[in-house]
């Protein structure tokens, strides 16, 4: 049976991550891998995720399964943090899922159960995985238009135009905050357009919320979330925990369906329990248990808000460095739309083989599409960054 197997595509940021290794460079800079890294090149665990860690540790008695939503504790505290008092919590079905990557596959995987024929728009570019799992479940989709290489920013006539082209019972795949990879967001006057097309058209709105608390705060990023999930008749959010709490491992995702017709709970409910059973039964619980326990907890909460604060603002200071930096080597404020990102990423917008320039003549790892990671500098490596981006002629 074996024989009948076909090689698959590497995965392109992990090719990234080996040639990085394998590279002799001392100054060589990884700009790919997509995990949050202090001044110091360190990936570190958040003071309250340790407090929460050793409570957990000395009050547990069991590890017997959840349920097959998860901890409702943990959807209860998720539920909180992403949608506020947007809507009432009876609106809302939840599961937990093995990372954001898990609440994804299981939004996909409700689509195609409630509608086969249903179509899913996507923004050109998005995170590569979208388009993996859904060419993978045989999902069509449909890109719209939405960076604009030029300007560094987003480029909104183009993306309306094409959700033009929306029916009824078609999904559009959105970045609640801090799109990957590009950094460029929709301001929430152009949200509420959005919004008023997907209600035109009766198309549901499906938001992958993954840096909640890394672009403008825990609340201005949620905005958006917030205005669709109490705007429309249905909304799936898929959200993570691995970035805003550092627990990448731990696999730590919630699925959302909110419905405005509370008559739909219990169904909804009964088949998001019901993939979880068929894809991995009981999903894993150590995570979750890690943020509700901050989540509940004022004084854990607090601190972990002031940790992810101080993250979101070293984020902002590098960028700010870096399009200072940029346009005082180049003498143009063509990058100034570097300081605008928000979230991890920005795009540059350059081509391949300027990327392939950076990699070869200065040791300077980032995607191929020009996507780098924002927290893989610091501020002794962005003037190195730029440097040998004016000297590549981007």
Same mark, same amino acid.
């Given at each position: 049976m074996f024989e009948n197997l076909k090689d698959q595509p590497a995965d392109k940021i992990l090719a990234l991550m080996e040639a990085y290794k394998a590279d002799p460079r001392e100054d060589k800079i990884d700009l790919?891998?997509? %995990?949050?890294?202090?001044?110091?090149?360190?990936?570190?665990?958040? *003071?309250?995720?340790?407090?929460?860690?050793? #409570?957990?540790? =000395? =009050?547990? =008695? @069991?590890?017997?399964?959840?349920?097959?939503?998860?901890?409702?504790?943990?959807?209860?505290?998720?539920?909180?943090? %992403? +949608?506020?008092?947007?809507?009432?919590?009876?609106?809302?079905s939840a599961v937990a899922t093995p990372g954001g990557t898990g609440a994804v596959r299981q939004a996909f995987e409700l689509i195609r159960m409630a509608n086969p024929g249903a179509r899913i728009f996507v923004s050109d570019p998005t995170w590569p995985n979208h388009l993996s799992i859904l060419k993978y479940l045989g999902i069509e989709t449909v890109s719209y238009r939405y960076f604009d290489s030029s300007t560094g920013g987003v480029d909104f006539a183009g993306m309306m135009e094409d959700l033009g082209q929306l029916k009824a019972g078609d999904v559009v795949l959105l970045h609640g905050c801090c799109h990957n990879p590009t950094g460029a967001n929709l301001n929430l006057t152009e949200w509420k357009a959005v919004v008023a097309r997907l209600t035109e058209a009766g198309a549901l709105p499906m938001i992958d919320i993954a840096y909640q608390g890394f672009g403008d705060g825990l609340d201005e990023d949620a905005a958006a979330v917030r205005l669709v999930a109490s705007s429309v008749p249905e909304c799936l959010i898929a959200a993570s925990c691995s970035k805003n709490f550092g627990i990448y491992r731990e696999r730590t995702g919630l699925l959302m369906a909110v419905a405005q017709d509370r008559g739909l709970g219990r169904t909804t409910q009964g088949n998001l329990a019901f993939l979880n059973r068929q894809n991995y039964s009981f999903p894993p619980d150590h995570g979750?248990? $890690? /943020?509700? @326990? $901050?989540? @509940?907890?004022?004084? +854990? #909460?607090?601190?972990?808000?002031? =940790?992810?604060?101080? /993250? *979101?603002?070293?984020?902002?200071? +590098?960028?700010?460095?870096?399009?200072?930096?940029?346009?005082?080597?180049?003498?143009?404020?063509?990058?100034?739309?570097?300081?605008?990102?928000?979230?991890?990423?920005?795009?540059?917008?350059?081509?391949?083989e300027q990327v392939e320039t950076l990699r070869k003549d200065h040791g300077i790892y980032m995607v191929g599409d020009s996507r780098m990671n924002i927290a893989g500098l610091n501020s002794t490596t962005v003037p190195l960054l730029a440097r040998a981006i004016v000297d590549a002629g981007i």
């Open positions: 790919g891998v997509g %995990v949050y890294k202090n001044p110091e090149g360190i990936t570190p665990v958040m *003071r309250a995720v340790k407090s929460a860690e050793q #409570r957990i540790w =000395e =009050e547990q =008695e @069991t590890k017997a399964y959840t349920g097959l939503a998860g901890d409702p504790m943990f959807a209860d505290a998720m539920i909180g943090l %992403v +949608l506020g008092d947007a809507v009432s919590r009876d609106q809302v979750a248990r $890690i /943020v509700s @326990t $901050i989540l @509940t907890d004022d004084g +854990l #909460r607090a601190d972990w808000q002031a =940790e992810l604060e101080d /993250v *979101r603002l070293n984020m902002l200071g +590098l960028r700010e460095q870096l399009a200072s930096e940029l346009q005082r080597l180049s003498g143009s404020d063509r990058f100034h739309f570097l300081a605008q990102h928000r979230g991890m990423f920005s795009r540059l917008g350059c081509a391949p």
